[in-house]
């Protein structure tokens, strides 16, 4: 049956039975997506009273968001739609239930502050990881629900519905925390997300349009590994802003770089891609303690009259070692094989440590 519309129609996808699922659907979930994120900020500073666990809750949420776009995007296309929305939201729904749990009076009384806090943090990581899939599945079914010459106005009631959910849910937590408290607040986001569930259940199933997807994992994998060092910095720096490197940082320094060494050398000789990743990750965080502890170094040992200079000679070698290290690399790639080059620099970087180590000790005394 087709549907009768004309172009000043603004209800003409609203009138799409499946359409109206999705969008009601969508409105509860965006409101609860909202409403939690605001409960979350408020609730880790009532337990940690530091405003920067605020921005820790929302750099929890985004990094997996935003780290698994491209890998979610190629699995949207090659599934079933309505399933992977149905998956993803029932998943999110058993993180809010144990965030429910954490903010119980049992989980109040029997388990430590420091565990909750933590867990918190872990859950709201999963939770991105669950958005990754689900907001770009609301964009590809409402193209695949609305015909093409109502597709205009799907996406107007698409971006609508958003915004009016987010607007709504972030305003009404406000008033469910003083109300009910932070429990009862989280049971209404349960709630909500529940009912959204229903309104996907009721969607037709939507499977791939391309049947065979030649797509190259190599990219995907290559987007994995080349972030697997700034995602270990990351993890570095906010696990030194919360836990300050107090004593022996000349040794830490040190391991830190004869680790960066190692971490080289079993990505260059591993043949399993989470192998690979691991180490990369694992030179992430190691390299930046070297960062902290060597950029803490320089400011607090060098004096006022002669920061300028030291400042300028230290940033030499920082702007120019990316560029000088790419051209290392691939001058020893060509004569030495892409394996061996990489093992080469590993061991010259443990080698510099170790000859570091027993020749100037006053490095490794160093300590701020």
Same mark, same amino acid.
């Given at each position: 049956?087709?549907?009768? &519309?004309?172009?000043?129609?603004?209800?003409?996808?609203?009138?799409?039975?499946?359409?109206?699922?999705?969008?009601?659907?969508?409105?509860?979930?965006?409101?609860?997506?909202?409403?939690?994120? @605001?409960?979350?900020?408020?609730?880790?500073?009532?337990?940690?009273?530091?405003?920067?666990?605020?921005?820790?809750?929302?750099?929890?949420?985004?990094?997996?968001?935003?780290?698994?776009?491209?890998? *979610?995007?190629?699995?949207?296309?090659?599934?079933?739609?309505?399933?992977?929305?149905?998956? *993803?939201?029932?998943?999110?729904?058993?993180?809010?239930?144990?965030?429910?749990?954490?903010?119980?009076?049992?989980?109040?009384?029997?388990?430590?502050?420091?565990?909750?806090? !933590?867990?918190?943090?872990?859950?709201?990581?999963?939770? =991105?990881?669950?958005?990754?899939?689900?907001?770009?599945?609301?964009?590809?079914?409402?193209?695949?629900?609305?015909?093409?010459? !109502?597709?205009?106005?799907?996406?107007?009631?698409?971006?609508?519905?958003?915004?009016?959910? !987010?607007?709504?849910?972030?305003?009404?937590?406000?008033?469910?925390? *003083? =109300?009910? =408290?932070?429990?009862?607040?989280?049971?209404?986001?349960?709630?909500? $997300?529940?009912?959204?569930?229903?309104?996907?259940?009721?969607? /037709?199933?939507?499977?791939?349009?391309?049947?065979?997807?030649?797509?190259? @994992?190599?990219?995907?994998?290559?987007?994995?590994?080349?972030?697997?060092?700034?995602?270990?910095?990351?993890?570095?720096?906010?696990?030194?802003? &919360?836990?300050?490197?107090?004593?022996?940082?000349?040794? /830490?320094?040190?391991?830190?770089?004869?680790?960066?060494?190692?971490?080289?050398?079993?990505?260059?000789?591993? /043949?399993?891609?989470?192998?690979?990743?691991?180490?990369?990750?694992? !030179?992430?965080?190691?390299?930046?303690?070297?960062?902290? %502890?060597?950029?803490?170094?320089?400011?607090?040992?060098?004096?006022?009259?002669?920061?300028? &200079? $030291?400042?300028?000679?230290?940033?030499?070698?920082?702007?120019?070692?990316?560029?000088?290290?790419?051209?290392?690399?691939?001058?020893?790639?060509?004569?030495?094989?892409?394996?061996?080059?990489?093992?080469? =620099?590993?061991? %010259?970087?443990?080698?510099?440590?170790?000859?570091?180590?027993?020749? %100037?000790?006053?490095? /490794?005394?160093?300590?701020?």
């Amino acid at each position: 049956m087709k549907l009768q &519309r004309s172009n000043t129609d603004a209800f003409v996808a609203m009138r799409i039975p499946e359409f109206r699922h999705l969008m009601f659907g969508r409105f509860l979930f965006i409101m609860a997506l909202r409403m939690l994120g @605001a409960l979350t900020g408020y609730w880790m500073y009532e337990l940690t009273n530091n405003p920067l666990a605020i921005g820790l809750v929302g750099l929890a949420e985004v990094v997996p968001s935003v780290g698994l776009s491209l890998r *979610a995007g190629y699995k949207i296309d090659i599934s079933e739609k309505r399933k992977l929305l149905m998956t *993803a939201v029932s998943l999110y729904i058993t993180a809010v239930i144990s965030l429910c749990f954490l903010s119980s009076s049992y989980a109040l009384e029997n388990i430590p502050k420091k565990i909750v806090v !933590s867990t918190i943090y872990i859950v709201i990581f999963f939770t =991105g990881i669950f958005r990754a899939y689900t907001g770009p599945t609301f964009g590809t079914l409402v193209a695949n629900i609305v015909p093409k010459d !109502s597709l205009q106005n799907g996406i107007s009631w698409n971006q609508s519905t958003w915004l009016t959910a !987010s607007v709504i849910g972030h305003a009404v937590v406000g008033f469910l925390i *003083a =109300g009910i =408290g932070i429990h009862g607040a989280l049971i209404v986001i349960v709630t909500l $997300v529940f009912t959204g569930l229903y309104c996907f259940y009721l969607l /037709k199933q939507h499977p791939p349009i391309i049947k065979n997807i030649h797509l190259s @994992a190599w990219p995907i994998g290559f987007g994995w590994l080349n972030a697997a060092t700034d995602l270990g910095a990351i993890i570095c720096i906010l696990t030194i802003m &919360r836990y300050p490197l107090k004593n022996q940082q000349g040794k /830490k320094l040190l391991f830190a770089i004869a680790g960066f060494g190692l971490c080289m050398i079993v990505f260059a000789v591993s /043949k399993v891609f989470w192998l690979s990743f691991v180490a990369l990750l694992f !030179s992430g965080i190691l390299d930046g303690v070297s960062v902290v %502890v060597r950029g803490t170094i320089v400011q607090l040992k060098t004096p006022n009259e002669m920061r300028g &200079r $030291v400042m300028s000679v230290s940033s030499m070698f920082i702007n120019s070692s990316n560029e000088l290290g790419q051209f290392e690399s691939g001058v020893a790639a060509r004569y030495m094989g892409n394996v061996a080059s990489v093992i080469f =620099g590993g061991c %010259v970087t443990v080698a510099v440590a170790a000859f570091t180590w027993f020749k %100037v000790p006053s490095i /490794k005394k160093m300590k701020y």
